[in-house]
Structure formats: structure tokens, C-alpha cells
């Protein structure tokens, strides 16, 4: 953080730099242009003043000793400038300067003409004879005789002399206005630019902070919402959004790992019973099996043959649901009938419900579409449904199923009375690992078959819903689509 603020103000600095500069130069551009243009507005009848002193031409000749004393006085009065006197051409034919050095012969004649046009109203600048290729403020007006133009009077208002010793002061000016413009406006402009710096960065400073926070373990760090569309707000709602699906997931892992431990105590339990009756009934037909007649023989076998089918349910089971959970349940769709094979599995529970005296009704729609399934697996969520609705229906009670088209799809209902599914726990009845409190329900289970029943309707793109009341029925709704 403390980086980030200080690689802002040196750049801020820089640029701070950097127009100051640029600030500074515009500056001495724009005086120099003014002081020029001034020099020449308040100049710009010095030629015709001179000429009306004195004529410059004599029958059309130069009049060389007039023109000398009125150029003369006129450069005592200002030795700043330089007197030209031009042919109609431009060349040049006399001239007074400080130290005789004139290196140009001739004048360009097209900004003097501007000038006289002009009548010294606008800024022009024109050839300095002293220095070729270099331009000059100055003031000029043609010299007529009987409407007969003999030439120009020509006068450099910013001689050499006076460009040397305004640059010097120029300069000197230019380094201290350099000096205390940048200071001044570094002094100023960083200190408001720093507050502005710190005032801008503190959203991120605190979204630093929180991350911080967060990272030393306090979970439940989030950062203020900013109600703004800036960058930093949306840094600082996706870091919240990141920090709650973290959180959702630690609460998660939490809940699968109590789960698990659940599981295999659960599992323990359901394998340790099986495996011990099994066990013990195997020593005893090795120790006493000739003494054993052969109805207490079958009898011990038939024991064994069906906690062996526990063990085999239970394996099945957790192979199953880990496979659907893991993704590698491969399903096979085909068209199926629902009407027939919701009435293949009541053929399949009718015994087991009459020995219960349980009785099964039907409200199956003759107008079902076929569905879109994996005909294993639908079957398989039919029967773990089926065979929950009769472990927990009492003596003497009912089971409807229901079947009818709705929207894109069929709707299944299985529906059982008696007790029903306590409110605590119908939220995570789906859950994995599972199971109501079998000594209370006085049933025996793994708690794994409405796990496998959600990860399956799940597979197929659908839901299970459960509604219940703790004293008199349960209900499983789920769709089936048509379509794949």
C-alpha cells in the first residue's frame, strides 16, 4: 500500500514537473511575443516621423549628410535600433548601425508592405540585415517624390544590442519566474495533490486492511459498501462475494466432514451387526452342527443369507451415491412409460405392504407423455421412495401415487400417512450421509436412499420437493421432462 502511494506521488510529482515546465516556457514564449508586438505598436510611426524631418532623397539621390545627423540623433535617443534606407527593390542603400557589421544587401520587401498596409495596426516581423535568417520587429514607410516611390526607410526597432540585453533580462526573469512559479506551484499543488492522493486511495486502504484481516483468520471481514460505481467498490463487493463463497465453503467442508464421521459410525454400526450375526452363526453351526437338526439349520442359514443382503445393499448403496456424486454415473436415456412402470414397482411392494396392512392407491393419468430417463436409475429412485413410504407407514395406513402431466413433463407424487418427517430435519433429509434417528423410527436404514434418489433427479436436469407433517403424512414430488 505504502508502494502504491508513493509511486502515485512521484508521478503526480512528475507531472507536476513536467507542466511547470511546459507552464514556464509557454510563458516566456508568450512574453517575448508581447514585448515584441508592444515594441512595435508604440514604434510604428518612427520611420514616417524621420522622413518628415528630413527627406532622405535628394533629385532622387541620397541625401547622405542629412540622413546621417537625423539617424544619428534619432539612435541617441534610442540606441536600440538600426536605420535602413532601401531601393523600390529592397536593397540596401545607407544604413547606421553601432559597428558597421550589415551582412544582408537586400530586404525582403513582403513584410514591410504588410506593415505600411497594415498602418503598424498588426504584428510583423521582418528580415534582420545583421543576422540572415533571423526576423525582427520594425517600423517602415515609403518614400515618394512627385507620386514617384524612391524607396523605404527601414529602422529595426530590436537591434542586436537590444536582443542581447533583452534576452539577458529575459533569462534573468525567465529563471526566477522558473524558479518561483515551480516552487510554488510544487509546494501547493503537492500538498492538495497528496491529501487528494490519500483521500482517493482510502477505500482501497481499507479493502487492504479487511484482506488482512480475513487472511489472519477473522472470516467474517468484509468491506464496507461503498454504494458507488468506482473501481474500488467493485473491488471491494467482488472480495465480499469472494469471502462469503469461501466461508459457505469452510461451513460446508465442516458439515460433509461431521457428516462423514456420522457415516462411518453409521456405517460401523449397520456393517459391525450383519457381520456379527453372521459370524456367530457360522461358529455355531462348526461347533454344534451335528447336534443341530436340519429346520435349525436352514433356519441359521437363512439368517446369514439375509444380513448378507444387508451388507450387499449397504455396499451397493455407497458405490452408488459415490458414483453419482463423483460424476461417473453414466445414464442411458430412452423413452419410458411412466403409467407402466410406476405399476411394475406397486406389483413389486404389494406383498411387503399387505403384510403390513398397508394399502396402495393409484391416481395414475392415462394421458402421460412419455419421458426422457435412465429407465435403471428412474426405477431406482421409484423403489428407494417406495420402500421409504413403507418402512414408515404404520399398521393399517395408506400410500397413494399420483402421476400427471404438467408443463414440459410429468409430475410423480408419493405420499404416505402416518408419523411424518420432524421439522428439524426436513432440511437436510436429502443431505448426504443422513439419517433420522433410527431407534426413534423404528427402522433400519443407511439414511443413503434419499441422497440417491436427489443425485439422481438431479442428473436428469430435476428436483425433489418434500412436504410433511410430524403427524400425519409425508409427500415426495418430483418432474420428469419429456425431452432430453
Known amino acids: 500500500m505504502k508502494s ?13 514537473l513536467i507542466v511547470g515546465c511546459s507552464y514556464v516556457l509557454i510563458t516566456a514564449v508568450t512574453a517575448q511575443r508581447y514585448f515584441q508586438e508592444t515594441t512595435q505598436r508604440l514604434n510604428a510611426t518612427v520611420a514616417e516621423y524621420m522622413i518628415k524631418e528630413v527627406n532622405p532623397f535628394v533629385d532622387g539621390e541620397v541625401n547622405e549628410a542629412a540622413l546621417g545627423t537625423i539617424m544619428h540623433s534619432m539612435m541617441a535617443v534610442n540606441p536600440g535600433i538600426e536605420v535602413y534606407l532601401l531601393d523600390p527593390t529592397g ?12 551582412k544582408l544587401k537586400r530586404v525582403d520587401l513582403a513584410p514591410i508592405k504588410e506593415f505600411i498596409a497594415a498602418k503598424g495596426d498588426g504584428f510583423v516581423m521582418g528580415d534582420d540585415p545583421r543576422n540572415p ?24 526597432l530590436a537591434s542586436e544590442k537590444y536582443e542581447t540585453v533583452a534576452s539577458g533580462v529575459l533569462g534573468s526573469y525567465w529563471m526566477q519566474l ?28 481499507t479493502i487492504v486492511k479487511t484482506v488482512e484481516r480475513f487472511k489472519d483468520g477473522d472470516l467474517h471481514a468484509r468491506v464496507p459498501d461503498y454504494k458507488t460505481n468506482s473501481e474500488f467498490a467493485v473491488l471491494g463487493d467482488t472480495f465480499n462475494h469472494m469471502a462469503e463463497r469461501i466461508l ?9 466432514d461431521s457428516l462423514r464421521r456420522e457415516l462411518i459410525a453409521n456405517v460401523s454400526h449397520d456393517l459391525r451387526n450383519p457381520l456379527a450375526i453372521i459370524n456367530g ?5 462348526q461347533i454344534k452342527g451335528d447336534s443341530l437338526s436340519s429346520e435349525e439349520k436352514e433356519s441359521y442359514l437363512k439368517i446369514i443369507g439375509n444380513s448378507t443382503d444387508k451388507l450387499t445393499q449397504l455396499v451397493a448403496d455407497l458405490f452408488d451415491l459415490s458414483k453419482l456424486e463423483s460424476g461417473q454415473m453414466h445414464m442411458k436415456k430412452e423413452d419410458i412409460n411412466v403409467q407402466e412402470l410406476l405399476q411394475d414397482s406397486c406389483l413389486k411392494y404389494e406383498l411387503l405392504a399387505k403384510s403390513k396392512r398397508i394399502s396402495i392407491e393409484t391416481s395414475i393419468s392415462p394421458s402421460l407423455p412419455m419421458v426422457s430417463a435412465d429407465l435403471y436409475l428412474l426405477d431406482r429412485v421409484i423403489q428407494n421412495l417406495l420402500d421409504n413410504a413403507v418402512k414408515y407407514t404404520p399398521l393399517d395406513g395408506e400410500i397413494s401415487i399420483e402421476a400427471n402431466p404438467k408443463g414440459n413433463g410429468v409430475e410423480v407424487k408419493i405420499k404416505n400417512s402416518g408419523g411424518g418427517i420432524p421439522q428439524e430435519d426436513l432440511e437436510a433429509i436429502f443431505d448426504r450421509y443422513y439419517m433420522i434417528d433410527k431407534e426413534r423410527q423404528g427402522v433400519e436404514g443407511t439414511g443413503l436412499g434419499l441422497a440417491i434418489v436427489k443425485r439422481i433427479l438431479e442428473a436428469h436436469g430435476s428436483e425433489i420437493h418434500i412436504a410433511s407433517d410430524s403427524s400425519s403424512f409425508t409427500e415426495f414430488v418430483f418432474e420428469l421432462p419429456v425431452e432430453a
Open 281 to 285: 452363526y457360522i461358529e455355531t453351526l
Open 248 to 256: 459457505d465453503n469452510i461451513e460446508e467442508l465442516k458439515k460433509v
Open 91 to 102: 536593397e540596401i542603400l545607407s544604413f547606421v548601425v553601432l559597428d558597421q557589421l550589415v
Open 178 to 205: 522558473t524558479f518561483n512559479s515551480i516552487l510554488i506551484t510544487l509546494v501547493v499543488a503537492l500538498l492538495i495533490g497528496l491529501v487528494l492522493i490519500a483521500w482517493l486511495t482510502r477505500h482501497l486502504r
Open 133 to 156: 535568417g533571423e526576423k525582427s520587429v520594425f517600423s517602415a514607410t515609403a518614400v515618394y517624390e512627385e507620386d514617384q516611390l524612391l524607396g523605404y526607410v527601414y529602422i529595426i
Open 4 to 16: 502504491l502511494f508513493l509511486r502515485i506521488s512521484l508521478i503526480f510529482i512528475l507531472v507536476l
